[in-house]
């Protein structure tokens, strides 16, 4: 069975701290795709990243980095010297090649980067 | 360009009565997405479309809840007999092609309340 697991359900940091978001998934599928999304206040899905099964580099944009290990079923988020900007639910998604392409999300991490 | 848009953002009815939400997609995309997310929850897949037929209904929870993208484009979720379990924000999404490979854009949401 599909499933997405983010066990932060919330977590606090004071500006400039480094912050990382766990993501955990169960799939049987031999290919399939992870996704980060951030959901500001103002409610709607950012895309963040998207990875496939078959990459395990891991990836840098700017302060954001994430960390795929097919071997632990984690895709883990950093966000380097957090701001106040990052402010946000964050939520891990997982899509299986085969079937109709729907996400299964996690719970979401809501992270509040304090001034 | 133009992303996916939700009409209305608010709506309030009382339970029992019908109501419809629309969804405008991201001009081009052949796939549409229905999602609902509950208060603290992470968005839960209701159906999918790839042009005007919906290839995957299997996460609409009853037969009061139906969806239909007449012409390919823009598509009208619509719930009978609402409920106050119904309340939750409804979420579209589309993607260029159904595809686990192509991310999801997702519009800002409609919450309905069922009083």
């Known amino acids: 069975a599909q499933k997405v697991t983010q066990a932060q359900t919330e977590i606090s940091v004071v500006e400039k701290e480094d912050v990382t978001l766990d993501c955990v998934y169960e799939t049987r599928d031999t290919t399939y795709y992870l996704f980060w999304y951030k959901q500001p206040p103002s409610g709607e899905l950012v895309f963040l990243i998207r990875?496939?099964?078959?990459?395990?580099q891991n990836e840098i944009s700017g302060r954001y980095s994430w960390n795929f290990q097919k071997s632990t079923s984690s895709f883990n988020f950093t966000i380097t010297a957090s701001q106040v900007v990052d402010s946000a639910v964050y939520f891990c998604?997982?899509?299986?090649?085969?079937?109709?392409?729907?996400?299964?999300f996690g719970t979401g991490t809501r992270l509040k980067v304090l001034a | 360009g133009a992303g996916v848009s939700q009409t209305p953002s608010n709506k309030v009815t009382e339970k029992g009565k019908y109501v419809e939400l629309r969804c405008d997609p991201i001009?081009?995309?052949?796939?549409l997405y229905w999602y609902r997310q509950s208060l603290g929850q992470g968005p839960e897949f209701l159906i999918y479309f790839q042009g005007t037929g919906a290839a995957d209904d299997s996460g609409l929870p009853n037969d009061r809840f139906f969806a239909v993208r007449p012409e390919g484009s823009v598509s009208t979720l619509k719930i009978q007999r609402t409920e106050r379990g119904d309340s939750a924000v409804y979420l579209c999404?589309?993607?260029?092609?159904?595809?686990?490979?192509?991310?999801?854009?997702f519009g800002p949401g409609t919450r309905l309340t069922v009083l």
């Open positions: 990875r496939n099964s078959f990459d395990e």
């Open positions: 001009s081009g995309h052949t796939a």
């Open positions: 999404a589309s993607s260029a092609s159904g595809s686990s490979y192509n991310e999801q854009f």
């Open positions: 998604a997982l899509s299986e090649e085969e079937g109709t392409y729907k996400y299964i």
